[in-house]
């Protein structure tokens, strides 16, 4: 915190400490003895005040109207007696104008003194886990402050303090604010006016007046849910929306995120239609996460046979014809492929159909054989598919994606990876490891771009060492085959003003995914933008009947984010007019199945210093693990960010043997509020490797140890010798 802020604060809390130690009332008789703003003490100079107001009414209102400003804006209580005051010195047309603009300005004074004072460090530390508050109060804010302001049953002081460590606009605050206390402001001068009458405060507020302040107080909520209902209207106005519905639910896309919507739908007995055009399961089961890890642990094996010396076996050697590789991976898919068949979701109360979908209006779905279903809500879990970019030649030369590559019955000699992200990289190790000459080749400066400088170029060393050519800072801008082979591609790329060219058997397009959206008439419905479907943080879209997930919606194309997606979207659409629930991201974790394996939760240092979050770094390095070094894995690290000065988890990565294991340790511990003490606090059993993620909280736990007690320990110790 900066010294005017710490200044600031020092100021307004010595003005509120003086205030009690004080105690003006003291000086004012008996009556004012315990409180100067209490009722007992006006009346006690109720006549010496009269007489002040007659002889200098304009200075005497000002002086008034400075001292109600400053009372709220340093929060001391007594602006409601004031508020009688007001009324009872000046009546209710030039009380009520006095006190709604003094208290107005006063609570905004108090709300910008905690907003200078607290929000930049409050937000700093706490801003991952406010972000749904502060979306919440950028979109509704100013419906709650309202609220909050006609019931005048709320602490005021409170809601300015709190309000101020917001993204609330100060003119929206002041403006609402005036508007919002303006009931009770009247209602308070005018009990003022008859002050006589008036016995103490709470004679002011009798319950049938709270109740009214209530009932007004759920106004603008209503008003709030009046305005969505407005615009959920209009948003599908000009489509007859069916008298009844067939079923509760529609989803269409069997993937990861429309099998888990279609269960939990069928789950909590709604009537519910998956739709599925190809395989059950999708990429994840068909062509992504399944295969690729099969044919990562096959070339695992015979990277391991290659190097058995460092296992104390002096020679190993294995024979594989490559079909046979994949012919197990499509046996593991094969294997796997039951879980998520047509007879079990069937048996689970989900109706399969085997068909192409598409949207007719926000309620109703064509299939390709002619069937209309209608539904009060669909799911569109609808996936991606491998993008490729617009490069001349490209389409000629039979390149691979992660759709087709499962189909090679060949290994490829020669192996070009266009793309360093999570599949590029998985792939260009595995071919590279099955005997493939790899050239890994990214536009960017590094490899992985989304995890940190040094866990990027860890992991580049590595492909290095294993004899994968990593280019970057390298674009293709054209491909085609070589006149005189034509077994061989060429890639001309550029590597800044210098044209590079590349020479390949076969190319791997792997630069990134785009939502599957053509053809289904969702651009028709207004649904897509910037090339996949839009949605809101409930995972709504533009058409409140339907709601998307998974790879469909961009973000982060990962299975586990497409099921945490399909819960909130199938749990909004089902039950959202009783309770939405907005999605959040923060604690989603994610992992690259290279060897080692790079694994992810929270922050890493790049995202926090783009969000501007302060952190501290501890580092332990898996060289110096028992089972690592067991395991001959010992190359590694566990990076673990924190808030400075306290052992609460901002996020980890781990590079290492089952990274992808080990972070789910840190998941927990960030999901449910567990620090790095807690963690050093648990029994891990010897020897594992999830002994890393205890001996990184023990790295945390010594550079924070306090150094002062050890000279004292070492006396006492010495004492009792
Ligand atoms: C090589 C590779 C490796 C991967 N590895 C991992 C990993 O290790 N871990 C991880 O978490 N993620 C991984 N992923 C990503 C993961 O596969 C996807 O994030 C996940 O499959 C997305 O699920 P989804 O349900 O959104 O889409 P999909 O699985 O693509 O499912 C969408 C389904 O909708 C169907 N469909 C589309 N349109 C229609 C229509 N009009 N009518 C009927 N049906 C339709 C499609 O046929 C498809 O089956 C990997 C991806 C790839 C390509």
Redesign the pocket.
């Known amino acids: 915190m900066s010294i005017t802020r710490i200044g600031l604060a020092v100021f307004v809390v010595a003005l509120i400490a003086a205030w009690f130690v004080l105690n003006p009332g003291q000086y004012l008789g008996v009556a004012c003895d315990g409180q100067v703003f209490s009722l007992a003490c006006f009346e006690s100079q109720r006549a010496a005040l009269g007489e002040l107001a007659a002889t200098n009414g304009l200075l005497f209102a000002a002086g008034f109207f400075l001292i109600y400003i400053a009372v709220t804006a340093i929060s001391l209580p007594g602006a409601a007696v004031m508020t009688l005051i007001g009324g009872a010195l000046f009546g209710l047309v030039e009380g009520t104008l006095l006190v709604s603009f003094a208290s107005a300005i006063g609570a905004t004074l108090a709300f910008l003194i905690a907003r200078f004072v607290l929000r930049e460090s409050v937000q700093k530390r706490f801003g991952q886990r406010l972000k749904a508050l502060n979306r919440g109060v950028e979109r509704d804010g100013p419906f709650y402050l309202f609220a909050l302001r006609l019931v005048p049953v709320f602490p005021f002081f409170v809601i300015n303090l709190a309000m101020g460590l917001t993204p609330i606009r100060t003119r929206t605050f002041y403006w609402v604010s005036q508007l919002g206390m303006l009931p009770g402001t009247l209602v308070y001068v005018n009990a003022g006016t008859q002050l006589g009458q008036v016995e103490s405060l709470s004679g002011v507020l009798s319950p049938g007046l709270i109740g009214s302040f209530v009932l007004l107080g759920l106004f603008p909520l209503i008003a709030r849910k009046t305005l969505d209902f407005l615009a959920a209207r209009k948003a599908l106005a000009g489509y007859d929306k069916p008298k009844q519905f067939d079923r509760n639910l529609i989803v269409?896309?069997?993937?990861?995120?429309?099998?888990v919507a279609s269960l939990i739908a069928a789950t909590v007995k709604a009537k519910v239609t998956l739709?599925?055009?190809?395989?059950?399961?999708?990429?994840?089961?068909?062509?992504?996460?399944v295969?690729?890890?099969a044919l990562i642990r096959s070339a695992k094996l015979m990277h391991e046979i290659r190097y058995s010396r460092r296992y104390g076996i002096r020679s190993a050697s294995a024979n594989f014809h490559f079909q046979d590789v994949m012919d197990r991976v499509k046996a593991v898919v094969a294997t796997i492929a039951p879980h998520d068949s047509v007879e079990r979701y069937e048996s689970l109360g989900v109706d399969c159909i085997q068909?192409?979908?598409?949207l007719v209006d926000p309620w109703t779905v064509e299939t390709d054989d002619g069937q209309r279903l209608t539904a009060r809500h669909i799911v569109l879990?609808?996936?991606?598919v491998?993008f490729v970019p617009a490069i001349e030649g490209l389409a000629d030369i039979d390149y691979l994606t992660?759709d087709n590559?499962w189909d090679l019955s060949e290994l490829p000699d020669r192996l070009a990876v266009m793309g360093a992200g999570?599949?590029g990289c998985?792939?260009a190790q595995a071919f590279a490891r099955l005997g493939s000459q790899v050239t890994l080749i990214e536009q960017g400066e590094r490899i992985l771009s989304v995890e940190d400088d040094d866990i990027s170029a860890q992991m580049r060393d590595r492909l290095v060492e294993e004899g994968v050519t990593v280019r970057t800072g390298l674009k293709v801008t054209a491909a085609s085959r070589n006149s005189r082979n034509s077994r061989e591609t060429v890639l001309t790329c550029k590597l800044g003003e210098r044209e590079v060219e590349i020479r390949c058997d076969r190319v791997l397009v792997?630069v990134g995914?785009q939502a599957?959206t053509q053809?289904?008439g969702l651009e028709e419905l207004g649904l897509i933008k910037d090339g996949r479907i839009s949605v809101d943080e409930y995972l709504q879209t533009a058409l409140p009947s339907i709601y998307a997930?998974?790879?469909?919606i961009g973000g982060?194309?990962?299975?586990?984010?497409?099921s945490h997606e399909?819960w909130h979207a199938t749990v909004n659409a089902l039950f959202g007019t009783f309770k939405r629930f907005a999605v959040d991201y923060s604690k989603l974790p994610?992992?690259t199945?290279t060897d080692p394996q790079v694994a992810h939760v929270g922050h890493n240092e790049t995202s926090a210093q783009a969000a501007s979050i302060e952190y501290e770094v501890t580092r332990y390095d898996l060289a110096g693990l028992d089972r690592a070094i067991a395991e001959s894995a010992r190359s590694g690290v566990v990076k673990v960010l924190t808030v400075p000065g306290k052992d609460t988890i901002l996020g980890a990565t781990i590079v290492g043997e089952a990274a992808g294991e080990l972070i789910i340790e840190f998941v927990s511990a960030m999901k449910h509020g567990i620090g790095l003490n807690k963690i050093l606090a648990t029994i891990h059993p010897y020897p594992t490797l999830a002994e890393a993620n205890r001996f990184a909280a023990s790295e945390w736990k010594k550079a924070h140890a306090p150094e002062w007690v050890f000279p004292w320990l070492a006396r006492f110790h010495t004492w009792r010798r």
């Open positions: 269409i896309g069997a993937g990861s995120a429309g099998l739709i599925e055009k190809n395989e059950m399961g999708g990429d994840c089961l068909n062509t992504g996460c295969p690729s890890k068909a192409g979908a598409r879990a609808t996936g991606a491998p992660s590559l999570s599949i998985e792939m792997a995914r599957r053809g289904m997930c998974g790879d469909a982060y194309q990962l299975t586990h984010a497409a399909a994610w992992c199945f």
